[in-house]
C-alpha cells in the first residue's frame, strides 16, 4: 500500500524535488500547496497518510500552520522541512507535535527513510536534535502566562526570542537598545524560571504567549 503525502512548500523547485526523489519508491504525492492557507484548505478535500511542511510559508508561518494542522488533525503526522538549523524552530516544532524535523540539503535516503517513519507514526527527531532541547522539554510545564508577572514589553520580547530572532533582531523590531533587549531577557528568564533561549521558546508556545 502506498504512502500518500502532502507536500506543503512556498517554492515550486523545492516540490519538484521532493515529487523526484520519492517517484521511484511507494510514496505517492497525491496534493500540493504553496501556502498556509492552500495547506488547510486542501487537507479538507484529502485523505493523506504524512504532510511535508515548509517552516516558512508566503502568508503565514509554518509553525502556525503546523498549530492549525495538528488542532484539526491531531494524529497526522507532520515533518518540518527547513532551511534553518535553529534550535528554537525546532524546540516550537517538537512543543507543537511534529514527528521530525528536517533540513532541506538533506540526502534523499533521509527524506524518504523520514516519510516511512512519520506514516507508522514514529518519531523521527535525532540524538542530536533532541539533545538541544531535552532540557525545554524536560522541564516541567510551568504556570500558564496568567501567573507570570510579563510586563508587556517583556511578552513583546519573549514573542520574538520564541519565533528565533536575536537581541538585535528584537531590538530594531521593537525600537529598542541591544542593551535593553539583554537585560529584558534576563528578567523573562527569571521570571518563568528558565536558563536558556530555547526553554523560553518552549515555555512560549505551551503557554500561547504568541497569540
Known amino acids: 500500500m502506498s504512502i500518500k503525502l502532502f507536500v506543503a512548500e512556498e517554492h515550486e523547485l523545492v516540490r519538484a524535488g521532493i515529487r523526484r526523489f520519492v ?3 511507494d510514496i505517492k504525492v497525491i ?21 511535508t511542511l515548509g517552516a516558512v510559508m508566503p502568508d ?5 500552520v503546523l498549530g492549525r494542522i495538528k488542532l ?7 515533518l518540518m522541512f527547513s532551511n ?19 533540513l532541506k540539503n538533506c540526502p534523499s535516503q533521509r527524506l524518504i527513510a523520514a516519510i516511512h517513519a512519520a506514516a507508522r507514526h514514529e518519531m523521527i527527531w ?16 510551568w504556570s500558564m502566562k496568567g501567573n507570570v ?20 533582531e528584537i531590538g530594531h523590531s521593537l525600537n529598542i537598545s541591544y542593551e535593553t533587549v539583554k537585560e529584558h531577557v534576563q528578567h523573562i528568564f527569571r521570571k518563568i524560571g528558565v536558563t536558556d533561549r530555547t526553554q523560553a521558546a518552549v515555555w512560549a508556545v505551551r503557554n500561547k504567549i504568541d497569540e
Do not use: F
Open 126 to 141: 535525532t540524538r542530536d536534535e533532541l539533545r538541544r532541547v531535552t532540557g525545554a522539554l524536560a522541564t516541567p510545564r
Open 31 to 51: 496534493a500540493e500547496a504553496c501556502c498556509g492557507e492552500g495547506v488547510l484548505n486542501s487537507l479538507k478535500e484529502h485523505e493523506v497518510d504524512v504532510v
Open 60 to 64: 503565514m508561518c509554518g509553525l502556525t
Open 23 to 25: 517517484a521511484d519508491s
Open 149 to 168: 508577572p510579563l510586563t508587556q514589553r517583556e511578552a513583546e520580547v519573549l514573542i520574538g526570542l520564541s519565533k528565533g530572532l536575536t537581541n538585535r
Open 72 to 78: 484539526d488533525h491531531p494524529d497526522l503526522p507532520v
Open 84 to 102: 534553518h538549523d535553529n534550535p528554537n524552530l525546532i524546540a516550537r516544532s517538537v512543543a507543537l507535535g511534529a514527528a521530525g524535523y528536517l
